[in-house]
């Protein structure tokens, strides 16, 4: 089967930096790419990898390592906003999503 | 529109009724794709179309479930004899020709099945 791994919830400080991590199984792939949900709302498109390494967006930072199946995105600079569920999602053909790390930031 | 639309945003019915729902995918866009999310969920993969036909379908739950995009454009989600379990948020998402791993969703129907 398919399935995407994440923590369920993370924790974090102003100003901090947190890492959410995902490890993937999936039949096929092609990349993986994260997403943020806030409360309510729809998912927006964070960062996509397609290869091995990291991308950089900003503040926000994306790995992949296809050998060992398993990415992680990077937030830093954490501001009280950032408050929200990020969701990993791997591509073969169609594109699945794991069920979300919410991320909590303490003042 | 600029966006994914979709509708109708809230929807509520009772166990039994038949129910569509609709997404307008932004100009342009081949690739549609339905998710249903439920509270503290991930959005789970329901049925995507390539165009007009149906890429993948293997995530609709039964055959209660049904999609059309007639035109390679506006797509309906068509639920029939709703049931309880039923209750959740229908995400519509469209991705343009070329693009990797990025979706563009829309704000989301929420059904109520009572």
């Known amino acids: 089967g398919q399935s995407l791994e994440q923590p369920s919830e993370v924790t974090a400080v102003e100003g901090a930096i947190v890492q959410i991590n995902c490890t993937y199984q999936?039949?096929?792939?092609?990349?993986l790419s994260w997403y943020q949900q806030h409360d309510g709302g729809a998912p927006t498109f964070l960062s996509y990898?397609?290869?091995?390494g990291l991308e950089e967006t900003g503040r926000f930072s994306s790995f992949l390592s296809r050998s060992d199946s398993y990415g992680y995105l990077l937030l830093q600079e954490l501001q009280m906003k950032d408050s929200a569920s990020y969701f990993c999602?791997?591509?073969?053909?169609?594109?699945?999503f794991g069920k979300g790390t919410r991320l909590h930031i303490l003042p | 529109g600029a966006g994914v639309s979709q509708t109708p945003s809230n929807k509520v019915t009772e166990k039994g009724k038949y129910v569509e729902l609709r997404c307008d995918p932004i100009?342009?866009?081949?690739?549609l794709y339905w998710y249903r999310q439920s509270l503290g969920q991930g959005p789970e993969f329901l049925i995507y179309?390539?165009?007009?036909?149906?890429?993948?379908d293997s995530g609709l739950p039964n055959d209660r479930f049904f999609a059309v995009r007639p035109e390679g454009s506006v797509s309906t989600l068509k639920i029939q004899r709703t049931e309880r379990g039923d209750s959740a948020v229908y995400l519509c998402?469209?991705?343009?020709?070329?693009?990797?791993?990025?979706?563009?969703f829309g704000e989301g129907s929420r059904l109520t099945v009572l």
């Open positions: 990898n397609g290869l091995d």
């Open positions: 100009s342009g866009h081949t690739a």
């Open positions: 999936t039949s096929g792939f092609y990349g």
């Open positions: 998402a469209s991705s343009y020709r070329g693009s990797a791993g990025e979706l563009f």
């Open positions: 179309f390539q165009g007009t036909g149906a890429a993948d």
């Open positions: 999602a791997a591509r073969d053909d169609k594109i699945i």
